[in-house]
């Protein structure tokens, strides 16, 4: 399903950028000559990154009831998400939708993540996503959604009052987003802190500052056991 997921991104992006509509005609009732398709794409797209968005939450579902959680799938089902998200938001720039700077911002997150999470990964630690990041991903899927949308026809023949309701909704929601793309950065690179302490080498997986203390640790047990043992042969 993950897969399925990343083959079908350029497909949404074909909905969403390529003027398809050019080779499909269908007559508006009320007008014959307009195209009623060129009202619905915006929506049609909305619609299509909505469906594959939600193969995330079946991928997982049937990966946990069949047990077939895998290490494969642990790296790619989040990379799918960050590559359906990342072209949504590219092909709302292309479009004048949406200026560049919030896509800056989400797109820089995800750089710093991943860099922690392959030093975590070397050192032989694994940080657990938390729910900042979780929520940060759906509230980012509403806004593009609202994003994609929120110029098209049917909203803009609902009145100005309307359209600009619409309008202050859609930012409220990016700048939401916005705001738990930063607090869950900050929140994983609290847990990812070790990484930044001067720990020493790390042997098979445990820093050699901490492996020297518990072998120290070991060799005063073991002393303190012979001690005993003598003790009592005494």
């Given at each position: 399903v993950t897969l399925?997921?990343?083959f079908l991104v350029p497909v949404f992006v074909v909905v969403l950028l390529v003027p398809w509509t050019n080779w499909v005609f269908i007559p508006d009732a009320a007008n014959p000559?307009?195209?009623?398709?060129?009202?619905?794409?915006?929506w049609i797209a909305a619609l299509f990154f909505a469906l594959i968005s939600c193969t995330d939450g079946i991928?997982?579902?049937?990966?946990r009831s069949r047990n077939e959680v895998?290490?494969?799938g642990k790296f790619l089902d989040p990379l799918a998400d960050k590559i359906l998200v990342v072209t949504a938001l590219l092909a709302l720039i292309e479009l004048g939708d949406l200026p560049s700077w919030p896509v800056i911002i989400i797109i820089a997150r995800e750089f710093i993540i991943s860099g922690v999470r392959m030093v975590a990964a070397s050192e032989g630690r694994v940080i657990a996503a938390s729910w900042w990041?979780?929520?940060k991903t759906g509230v980012t899927i509403v806004a593009i959604l609202l994003f994609i949308v929120k110029r098209s026809d049917l909203i803009v023949s609902q009145g100005e009052t309307f359209f600009w309701g619409f309008y202050l909704l859609s930012w409220s929601v990016m700048i939401a987003a916005l705001v738990l793309t930063i607090v869950s950065m900050v929140d994983y690179l609290k847990k990812a802190s070790f990484i930044f302490s001067a720990?020493?080498?790390?042997?098979?997986?445990?820093?050699?500052?901490?492996?020297?203390?518990a072998e120290d640790a070991a060799a005063t047990a073991d002393a303190a056991a012979a001690g005993n043992d003598r003790e009592g042969q005494r």
């Amino acid at each position: 399903v993950t897969l399925v997921r990343i083959f079908l991104v350029p497909v949404f992006v074909v909905v969403l950028l390529v003027p398809w509509t050019n080779w499909v005609f269908i007559p508006d009732a009320a007008n014959p000559a307009l195209n009623v398709l060129d009202s619905y794409k915006p929506w049609i797209a909305a619609l299509f990154f909505a469906l594959i968005s939600c193969t995330d939450g079946i991928d997982g579902y049937l990966a946990r009831s069949r047990n077939e959680v895998t290490t494969f799938g642990k790296f790619l089902d989040p990379l799918a998400d960050k590559i359906l998200v990342v072209t949504a938001l590219l092909a709302l720039i292309e479009l004048g939708d949406l200026p560049s700077w919030p896509v800056i911002i989400i797109i820089a997150r995800e750089f710093i993540i991943s860099g922690v999470r392959m030093v975590a990964a070397s050192e032989g630690r694994v940080i657990a996503a938390s729910w900042w990041g979780k929520w940060k991903t759906g509230v980012t899927i509403v806004a593009i959604l609202l994003f994609i949308v929120k110029r098209s026809d049917l909203i803009v023949s609902q009145g100005e009052t309307f359209f600009w309701g619409f309008y202050l909704l859609s930012w409220s929601v990016m700048i939401a987003a916005l705001v738990l793309t930063i607090v869950s950065m900050v929140d994983y690179l609290k847990k990812a802190s070790f990484i930044f302490s001067a720990s020493g080498p790390v042997t098979d997986g445990i820093p050699q500052d901490n492996r020297e203390t518990a072998e120290d640790a070991a060799a005063t047990a073991d002393a303190a056991a012979a001690g005993n043992d003598r003790e009592g042969q005494r």
